[in-house]
Structures are given as C-alpha cells and as structure tokens.
C-alpha cells in the first residue's frame, strides 16, 4: 500500500484536479489530456459518483469507466457510451443544455486568463513554433464561466505578460457574457481569479513563493489566507496507480523530449500485452 507522502506531481496534479468535482457535474474530456482523464475519474470515485463525461474521443456521454490507455483509448469511451454524439449536434445542440465542465491546457496566458493555443510568434504565417490548434476554445470561452485550467510545466514562456495570439477568452473587463477560467492547477501551485487577475491560493509542498513570481512572467496577486496543498492520500495513489492509470499514461504531460518517448514506446508495449 501507497503511502500519502510517496507521490509524483503528476499524481499531485490528477488528485487536485479530482478535488473539483461536485456531484451531479457534467465533465468534458479532451483529446490527448491523460492528467485530466485520471483526475476526473479519481475524482467521480472518491468525491461525486453521479458525475457524467462528455468525450471528445468517440463523442459520447459516458457513466461509467475503464483503466486508461493510449491505443485502446477509443475502446474506453466508445464502449462505455451512454450516448453517442455527432460533432455537430453535440456541441451545438446538446451539450450546452449540460453546460458541462472542462480542463483547457493553455500553451500561452496572460493574467487576465487569456490563452492563447495557436502560435508562438507574432507572425502567424512564419511562427517561432505552431501549436496544436485551439479546438473548441474560441467558440466556448466568450460564453462560458465554467473552465478549468491545468499547467504540467509552469514556466514564463506559458505565463506571458503579453500573448502572441488570443484564442481562449479570460476576465476581460466589460465582456457581454460569461466569465475567465475558474481555477489553475500547476506543478507549482493552486491559482483562481477571485479579482479578476490570476491569485496564487495554494503552494505546493516544498514551493517557495520566489519560485512561483520567477517562473510567472506577469504580476502575480498572493492570498492572504494562502494555503499548503494537501497531498494525496495513501487511497488517491492505490485507486490511480492500480485501476485507473496503472500503466502510467498520466506522467506523459510532465514530460518531453526523449523521455517522453521512451515512456511513450513503454506503455504501447505494455499495453499490446494485456
């Protein structure tokens, strides 16, 4: 048995990210998200058994779950599926009656939660690098005032005083509709907006203050009542390492480079032999 204080900060950030769930949520799931995916079902086992995921994988409502992987995520949703949505329909017709929940990873933002998951570079023909594209976030977020927002890397490149492109909507004074993002969980900290400007509320275990305002590229507001984060528990680390994830899928968000890859070669290989 896991003991509470033997944990990885992937598991740190999954477990946080558990701790925001409420019974009766509904939860859209991305594509490629692993940290969330794990989060998400950690916290419906521990926290709010009734909640729902809507998939982006296999488009569909799903109640129930299934241990975590790469090459057979689509058997995951699709098999499990209460519902099956087209594209379309789904977004524009019957998810917004859920008005489901979701974790968005910003590759750039600013302290007003404005996000940018285009390109780095001011020159959107010729960029420094292209990112993966915004997906659904330009059309939700001017609406929205339910996103979450996750960081594996905390650094100044992703907090930027100033973004290249802007393609997720944050606390812009005087907007018509909907809110910023409501909470950030990164490798460093636990952050919400409580002003409208991004406010650190939680260090992580064996964070300093100083790390946090040097790897953040723009002013930071501090809580007074700023907290400790609680670390896992001995049963968070079982349910994610022997049902939910146990071939590690999560780590792959922390990594890059050719660690990434190894794990990545590791957990095909493995998975090829259950």
Known sequence: MPTGSDYTIDELISVCISRQLRAGDVWAQGINTPLVAAGLILGKIRYAPSARFTSAIGQALVQDWGPLGIARAEELWVGKGLIHLGFAAGAAEILPKFSPKEFFRPAQLDRLGNS?????GRDYRRPRMRLPGSGGIPDVTPCYDHSYLY???????TFSRKLDFVSGLGHVPGRARGAGPRYLISDLGQFDWQNGSMRLTHL???????TVLRKTGFELEIAEDLRATAPPDAEDLRLLREEIDPLGTRKLETLGGAARKSLLRDILARERRI
């Open 204 to 210: 992580h275990p064996d964070v300093d203050i100083k």
């Open 116 to 120: 940018n998951n285009i390109a780095f």
């Open 151 to 157: 960081v594996p890397r905390h650094s100044r490149l």
